[in-house]
């Protein structure tokens, strides 16, 4: 079964992001809210989205015909065979998707007939359990469920679906329109189906997804970032070199865009 009506459960940042490249990429999105004052809350930040995907897309028509890789790998599907038509139609796909997204209070009319549920509520293991345990009375048997967690693993929260075998967790990077990874976790008890499916879904919305073969806590990517930056920080703390010359010597000797500090910074992990 291919995934047609997609709804997200909970509209902060990465929440609208993730409907909006789905709406972008063609699906049938929802996003369902707990109040009406959180569809309040969300509508600013899907303006947002919508503004800077229609920049990123008009700035793809000056792009055109260079060699330069910098561009929203997750708008466009093929960057060398790119025209100015097809901007424009990337462009007018990015206007539909952003008056299409549906957003809904009530719980059963958001789940009803859905394929898959992404839960991008906040990072609380109480507010998610709950969460789970009262969409599992009304989900339809075929959906599959999965937590945008990034911090708390997928077989936490398993019996508490009602579905173990069509749960697992994907893990999106901040700005998904540009930094398209996407990292999927199952459990001991996700079914192998499952598991293909939510990484088909990830494909489709122009991600490139990077399969776990287990649970492990923080991931690929943070599993390597962490030790990274705690290492700048010890650097600079024992007065070896200053932010500057350490971000400095790490772009110089690797062509990294950014050094550990710059990357602190935008992550809002630095002071």
Request: charge should be negative; glycine fraction near 6%; include cysteine.
């Amino acid at each position: 079964m291919s995934f047609k009506k997609i709804v997200v459960a909970g509209g902060g940042v990465l929440g609208c992001q993730i409907a909006y490249q789905a709406a972008y990429k063609g699906y049938d999105v929802t996003i369902w809210h707990r109040s009406y004052s959180s569809i309040g809350r969300s509508q600013p930040k899907l303006d947002r989205i919508h503004a800077i995907y229609i920049k990123e897309l008009k700035a793809l028509k000056y792009k055109i015909g260079s060699l330069s890789a910098d561009y929203p790998k997750g708008l466009v599907e093929d960057f060398s065979s790119l025209t100015p038509s097809k901007v424009d139609e990337l462009t007018a796909r990015a206007e539909r998707a952003y008056i299409n997204i549906r957003m809904a209070v009530d719980l059963n009319e958001a789940m009803e007939e859905t394929d898959l549920v992404i839960e991008c509520l906040p990072e609380n293991e109480e507010q998610k359990m709950e969460f789970f345990r009262r969409i599992s009375e009304v989900l339809p048997a075929k959906t599959v469920l999965v937590t945008s967690s990034s911090t708390m693993l997928p077989g936490t929260f398993a019996e508490d679906t009602g579905r173990p075998d069509k749960f697992l967790a994907v893990n999106f990077a901040g700005e998904i329109w540009a930094k398209n990874i996407t990292e999927i976790m199952g459990h001991h008890g996700t079914d192998q189906k499952a598991y293909d499916q939510v990484t088909a879904f990830a494909k489709s919305i122009g991600m490139e997804p990077l399969c776990l073969k287990k649970e492990h806590p923080g991931y690929i990517l943070n599993s390597l970032l962490m030790p990274f930056l705690e290492a700048a920080k010890k650097l600079q703390e024992e007065e070896v070199a200053d932010a500057e010359t350490i971000d400095r010597t790490w772009k110089l000797a690797t062509g990294a865009p950014e050094g550990p500090f710059r990357i602190m910074e935008e992550a809002g992990l630095r002071d």
